[in-house]
């Protein structure tokens, strides 16, 4: 998809979420969608610990930074911004190990966990994948740094990858999509205040 088409269509996303509210002053919107193509399952050592989501793929990104490395986006300019995580859950099927468990997703601003951001689902090692999505709206600020996190309660259980077959296209782990709204249309909008 050319940037251009990208950027019409969260415009036009965010015009309808605002309830119609002129998105004239987003010519150079802040977004990024990031994915994961790897199967990231517990192991015996990350067992009910909170780990980052790694995420390889760059599908599209602007006015946001995002060091792969550490897989952390860095806010750039303060506003409110709609979150999106939505991922592929269940058991590595290359495994004997795997048991039932349940499977979380949140997010974290500046290494503290946001209130209200999560999310979960039992999973079964006979189920291949279930889905998850989690998203919210919050105000963020410059320099504040964002990952996306998730847990399992047991060893083989995590995010999925399918490598998808033609015509069918891959299914990320995990795909996440953060977008800047137009704040100032937000704090002018007697409706939004309600």
Known sequence: ??????????????????GGISTHSLAAPAYAQLSSSLDQVATGDTVNTGMVVALQNQD??????????KNELTIKE????????????????TTQFAKAGK????????KKPIPNSGNWVD???SERSKTITDQMVLPLKAGDVLVVK????????GLITS???????????LTFSI????????????????
């Open 1 to 18: 998809m050319h940037k251009k088409h990208f950027v019409h269509i969260l415009n036009t996303l965010i015009f309808m979420s605002l």
């Open 60 to 69: 599209a990104i602007s006015g946001i930074g995002w060091d792969p490395k």
């Open 78 to 93: 303060d506003g409110i911004y709609f979150l999106m995580a939505t991922a592929e859950v269940g058991a590595d099927q």
């Open 103 to 110: 499977i979380y997703l949140w997010y974290e601003v500046n």
């Open 123 to 125: 999973a079964v090692p």
């Open 150 to 157: 998730y847990m399992s309660t047991s060893q083989s259980l």
């Open 163 to 173: 490598t998808g077959n033609e015509p069918i296209p891959a299914s990320p782990g």
């Open 179 to 194: 977008f800047k709204t137009d704040s100032s249309s937000l704090i002018n909008n007697p409706s939004a205040k309600k």
